[in-house]
């Protein structure tokens, strides 16, 4: 199946917010951005460089923009997804019933092309994996558990290890070894399911 149908396929799969991704679409449709399937959403290329992409959750809908700390944001529409982690990302978040504001996506997209053609990128930092020694324990002992979780993007591996390294008592820490052992099995993240309209 190809990028186009993939994302036609995730679409239909997002019906709660099908009229503000067709709208999306449309509008990076008109540019010179090449549209693929990244990380399982629909996104929006230029030189390999993955510039935007559009995520359909529960309570949400964003457009996000992957060196949007660029973006001069006159009317304040922009936030951060995640205070104090995220660095150069950006979204547009859209709630239920709201209508896409097509000229100020169009600006924003407009200037994310620019601002890639000026070179003005934030350099992703390697983060380093820190394994809990209770999920180490699990992988070591479950050879069919240790290949899932190498198998795993390096996001969903960190989500899992920071999970179960952040309880501070071990018996909590043994707990949630064992709640996301299946889930890693299963090869999913563990917040795909907030994914998910």
Not at 6 to 29: F, G, M, P, S
Not at 142 to 160: C, M, N, S, V
């Amino acid at each position: 199946m190809g990028d186009a149908k993939k994302i036609d396929a995730y679409i239909a799969k997002h019906q709660k917010w099908k009229d503000q991704l067709e709208v999306t679409r449309e509008i990076l449709a008109a540019t010179e951005l090449v549209e693929a399937i990244k990380w399982g959403s629909p996104s929006y290329t230029l030189d390999s460089s993955i510039l935007i992409s559009l995520v359909g959750f529960k309570n949400h809908y964003a457009i996000w923009f992957h060196q949007g700390v660029f973006l001069e944001d006159k009317k304040s529409a922009l936030i951060t997804a995640q205070e104090g982690t995220t660095k150069g990302m950006r979204q547009l978040r859209i709630e239920a019933g709201d209508k896409i504001n097509k000229s100020l996506v169009r600006a924003y997209v407009k200037e994310t092309i620019a601002n890639h053609r000026a070179g003005k990128k934030i350099a992703s930092v390697k983060k380093v994996l820190n394994v809990s020694v209770e999920l180490d324990k699990a992988l070591q002992k479950d050879k069919r558990l240790k290949a899932a979780f190498k198998a795993l993007t390096p996001g969903r591996q960190r989500e899992y290890a920071d999970h179960v390294a952040s309880a501070k008592q071990e018996k909590t820490r043994l707990s949630r070894v064992e709640k996301v052992v299946p889930q890693i099995l299963l090869g999913v993240g563990l917040h795909d399911k907030y994914k998910n309209c």
